[in-house]
């Protein structure tokens, strides 16, 4: 039997409260009476899709189904620092579909393409008000590892968001399918890659990251989760200038676009390091550099909620 991928939010978990208890109960059950497939919990306003009790897949306001109610969900749209208007973007994984009901609604001249291997989370589609299918918006049931190195995409943006109920799925995150999303994107094309886990999980990820980008790699931590947000690009990430320590940022135009973004803040934490020339060359040098980085980023955090009670309020209070 596989060893379940446990995320790093699990660890520093306090001791359940009753009403987590209580709260967990509830899930179990549903969970049942779902017999092993996806389930959804509704606690007005929200509506919540869990694969497993221990596994929240996606959150929606249901009185306002666009919004993105996770901050990690609002980080993964920092690709606009680098393309503001996007003409394809490819989703890796739909879950309840948060980013593409975002991008389709504030994106009208871009094409929209998710894949999602579990059949039981697309049936779910229409309880969280996702669109229908049309010229613009595709969902297709498939293996993003078979599927995708058979495209001819040319995508300006790819989500890379895909778990299974053990967490992370390891085929999505190696450097063969790194290399695929690398060959499906524009020649200005951005990864985003959303992940959770210890550094040492992490580590090699960003390692193969920066390897297949050359070192055009940064990331944020969410800040309402341990998640962590990585953008790894096809041009500078830099100003023109090229400046170490100079960001692109973005204009007021797009601030005011997308407010519930807060794009300038995100911009702000992101974290990225100037490889010397033992990095470009010894990927054990670049991988002791970035586990030691992310050593010091994905610590406790006390924004980060201990239970679902926590969480709620935390995601209404941003509506």
């Given amino acids: 039997m596989a060893q379940a991928r446990h995320s790093l939010s699990r660890l520093f978990l306090t001791k359940q409260t009753p009403e987590e208890a209580q709260h967990q109960s509830l899930l179990k059950a549903l969970a049942t009476a779902a ?46 620092l680098f393309n503001p208007s996007p ?24 094409r929209i393409t998710a894949i999602e291997i579990n059949a039981d989370v697309i049936a779910l589609r229409d309880a969280f ?12 049931h498939a293996d993003a590892v078979e599927w995708l190195p058979r495209q001819d995409y040319h995508a300006d943006v790819i989500f890379l968001d895909a778990y299974d109920i053990q ?8 450097a063969p399918f790194y290399a695929t999303c690398y060959q499906q994107l524009n020649e200005r094309g951005v990864l985003i890659a959303n992940v959770w886990g210890k550094p040492s999980i992490i580590a090699p990820m960003l390692t193969r990251l920066h390897r297949q980008f050359q070192h055009q790699v940064c990331w944020a931590k969410s800040a309402d989760s341990y ?37 300038q803040r995100f911009a702000d934490t992101l974290h990225v390091i100037d490889p010397d020339p033992t ?6 040098a670049l991988h002791d550099t970035l586990l030691a980085q992310l050593r ?24």
């Avoid at 003409?87 to 871009?110: D, R």
């Avoid at 799925?169 to 190696?174: C, K, Q, T």
């Avoid at 204009?251 to 997308?258: K, M, N, R, S």
């Avoid at 406790?300 to 941003?318: C, E, H």
């Fill in 87 to 110: 003409k394809h973007i490819v989703l890796i994984g739909l879950g309840g579909g948060s980013l593409v009901k975002y991008c389709y609604e504030h994106f009208p001249q871009c």
């Fill in 227 to 263: 998640n962590l947000i990585v953008l790894a690009t096809k041009v500078s990430m830099r100003q023109d200038t090229g400046a170490v320590g100079t960001w692109r940022t973005p204009d007021t135009a797009l601030i005011e676009q997308h407010p519930q973004l807060v794009l």
């Fill in 35 to 80: 017999g092993g497939k996806p389930f959804i919990l509704d606690d007005a306003p929200l509506r919540l899709m869990y694969l497993t009790p221990d596994c929240m897949q996606s959150a929606m306001h249901v009185e306002k189904p666009s919004q993105l109610l996770c901050a990690y969900s609002r980080a993964m749209m920092g690709f606009l």
């Fill in 129 to 140: 008000g996702l669109p229908a299918d049309d010229e613009r918006l595709d969902i297709i």
């Fill in 296 to 319: 010091t980023l994905l610590v406790i955090d006390p924004r980060v909620p201990q239970d679902y009670a926590g969480f709620r309020s935390l995601v209404l209070t941003d509506v």
């Fill in 167 to 174: 967490g992370l799925v390891p085929a999505l995150n190696s």
């Fill in 279 to 284: 990095m470009l060359t010894q990927d054990h």
